[in-house]
């Protein structure tokens, strides 16, 4: 199994346990941890630093998940 394949699945799976908050709070903390764990992954089948990919990622997720309406 390659690292995309991985990536994918876990990505899927994830998503699959998030549901739309009813709050921006709660949608900003799920965009968070959705884009967090996103960005870690392509940073590492990118062979960047997945740290700096979760911060980015998780950023972005957040602030996504706290603008948008349920």
């Known amino acids: 199994m390659t ?3 991985r ?7 994830l998503l699959g346990l998030a549901a ?4 921006p709070l ?3 903390v799920t ?3 959705l884009g967090a764990g996103a960005g870690a992954g392509v ?7 997945p740290g700096k990919g979760a911060l980015i990622g998780g950023g972005i997720g957040a602030v ?5 309406s349920p």
């Open 43 to 49: 940073a590492a089948v990118t062979h960047g630093d």
């Open 7 to 13: 990536v994918a699945l876990i990505s899927l799976g």
């Open 64 to 68: 996504g998940g706290a603008i948008t």
């Open 20 to 23: 739309c908050g009813s709050d």
């Open 31 to 33: 965009g968070g941890l």
């Open 26 to 28: 709660t949608r900003g």
């Open 3 to 5: 690292n995309i394949t």
